[in-house]
T-cell receptor
């Protein structure tokens, strides 16, 4: 069964460093999403992406964040200058063009900022 | 503001017992509703979904959920729990015009042998 994959599974970085989290969505999906879950808190929406542009973003998704689909298979989340409060589990998700409401999630990348 | 509430943070049941996990939502209109399960080290797996129509929906792994508009609820049920059902369960909602999900805080299920 096709699935969303994410790399790395765990990333440790120092405050102020740039990180790129990578996702490979399901191959024929056209909608892509990033969510995050700070330890002990709810899973929160960050951004949705369709047709090579951001379709929606939350107030969390400020100028420090960016997303990109650099090729036909990868979808990335970049944090330009990490802060301690960016430590969280980051989930990538994707969905079909014909049913964007049904999202398939990856296993997540745990980001630890020290 | 739109919200999803899962009142129970932890639930413990014995194997073979029935299970009900609660989910309440607060939305202006009827949202689209989902239950996901997360096992350790795994992603969020979709158990079932409700968009419209029959208010009792069947999902994978023997789970079902019932949408009750009058109670703004979408509770997840299973008649007989297996040890492998131990995981964290998330209720989520979306609505027409946006694809973003709003999640509940999750319920961690422990199953006693």
């Amino acid at each position: 069964e096709p699935e969303v994959t994410q790399t790395p599974s765990h990333q440790v970085t120092q405050m102020g460093q740039e990180v790129i989290l990578r996702c490979v969505p399901i191959s024929n999906h056209l909608y892509f999403y990033w969510y995050r879950q700070i330890l002990g808190q709810k899973v929160e929406f960050l951004v949705s992406f369709y047709n090579n542009e951001i379709s929606e973003k939350s107030e969390i998704f400020d100028d420090q964040f960016s997303v990109e689909r650099p090729d036909g298979s990868n979808f990335t989340l970049k944090i330009r200058s990490t802060k301690l409060e960016d430590s969280a589990m980051y989930f990538c998700a994707s969905s079909y063009r014909t049913n964007p409401y049904e999202q398939y999630f990856g296993p997540g990348t745990r980001l630890t900022v020290t | 503001a739109q919200s999803v509430t899962q009142p129970d943070i932890h639930i413990t049941v014995s194997e073979g017992a029935s299970l009900e996990l609660r989910c309440n939502y607060s939305y202006g209109a009827t949202p689209y509703l989902f239950w996901y399960v997360q096992s350790p080290g795994q992603g969020l797996q979709l158990l079932l979904k409700y968009f419209s129509g029959d208010t009792l929906v069947q999902g994978i792994k023997g789970f079902e959920a019932e949408f009750k508009r009058s109670q703004s609820s979408f509770n997840l049920r299973k008649p007989s729990v297996h040890w492998s059902d131990a995981a964290e369960y998330f209720c989520a909602a979306s609505t027409s015009g946006t694809y973003k999900y709003i999640f509940g805080t999750g319920t961690r299920l422990k199953v006693l042998a």
